[in-house]
């Protein structure tokens, strides 16, 4: 009883007097989320192919610096700083300046499995969280989960390995993201053990649908759930997702158009 006081104790004095919640700056989203994800959580963003997983994770990194005056550090797999730079000058944001400046960090990681790098041991390492620190990031956006799992290994299994995560990026005050790819996509999708042991699920989905004026008119649309977020009385309903000039929208919506199954 007394270790948990105590370490409720810590936690609290790790926030000092930050506020609770942790804006994501996504134009309509934070207003579905009682204004942020609650701060030290950690946050699955899942979809499937092209759902915009990734300009949602570096647009919560980007946001927080250019925004709030949060640092954060971006991790992808196997995506350079190059590639994430020429995917968002389009949106007007310049990463490689922001990378200089010091706001934000990338760290790129190979795959070099024939070296037999683990790459969680590599970003929950005391050398990596000392970085951290060092850095002073609050925010941190890995992508995508599935291959960090897929090149790691010793962890005991696929739950003690994302609850290391979790609870190291929580341990240092960082409110983090997760994307995650999914294979199969509509409403009954199927769910794993990352699921359960994150703190919030944001769904991305490509949905067809058919045009307001008749259903010669087939279109793509993009839309965002909020499945799960723990301390939140979160909106409940299937939100429009665009990319739009400068990124990400989410609206609410009445829909004059049907989805197609
Ligand atoms: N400048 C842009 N304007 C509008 N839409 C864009 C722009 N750039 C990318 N997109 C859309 O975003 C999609 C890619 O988004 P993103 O890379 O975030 O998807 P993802 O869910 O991470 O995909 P994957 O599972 O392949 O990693 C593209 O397929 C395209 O539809
Ligand atoms: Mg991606």
Redesign the pocket.
């Given at each position: 009883m007394k270790r948990v006081e105590e370490e409720k104790k810590e936690g609290e004095k790790e926030k000092g007097d930050e506020p609770n919640r942790v804006p994501t700056g996504i134009p309509g989203l934070d207003d579905l989320l009682e204004g942020g994800f609650p701060r030290g959580s950690c946050i699955l963003v899942t979809?499937?192919?092209?759902?915009?997983?990734?300009?949602?994770a570096l647009q919560y990194i980007v946001n927080g610096a250019l925004k709030y005056g949060e640092k954060g550090i971006f991790i992808p797999i196997e995506q350079t700083i190059y590639d994430l730079h020429r995917?968002f000058i389009?949106?007007g944001y310049d990463i490689k300046k922001l990378h200089d400046e010091g706001m934000i960090g990338i760290l790129s990681l190979e795959i070099k499995p024939e070296h037999g790098e683990d790459i969680l041991e590599k970003i929950t390492s005391k050398e990596f969280q000392e970085g951290i620190i060092e850095f002073g990031a609050k925010r941190i956006a890995i992508?995508?989960l599935n291959l960090v799992l897929q090149f790691s290994s010793g962890y005991g299994g696929e739950r003690r390995g994302i609850q290391k995560l979790i609870s190291t990026y929580k341990r240092l005050g960082c409110t983090t993201i997760l994307?995650h790819?999914r294979t199969r996509g509509g409403s009954d999708i199927e769910f794993g053990v990352q699921d359960f042991v994150v703190d919030g699920i944001l769904y991305?989905q490509l949905v067809r649908v058919t045009g307001a004026f008749g259903d010669r008119e087939r279109l793509l649309e993009r839309r965002l759930s909020i499945l799960k977020m723990r301390e939140t009385n979160h909106g409940q309903g299937i939100y429009r997702l665009e990319?739009e000039k400068d990124g990400l929208h989410v609206y609410r919506d009445i829909f004059l158009r049907s989805e197609l199954e």
């Open positions: 979809g499937t192919p092209g759902s915009a997983k990734t300009i949602f995917q389009e949106f992508d995508p994307t790819e991305l990319i």
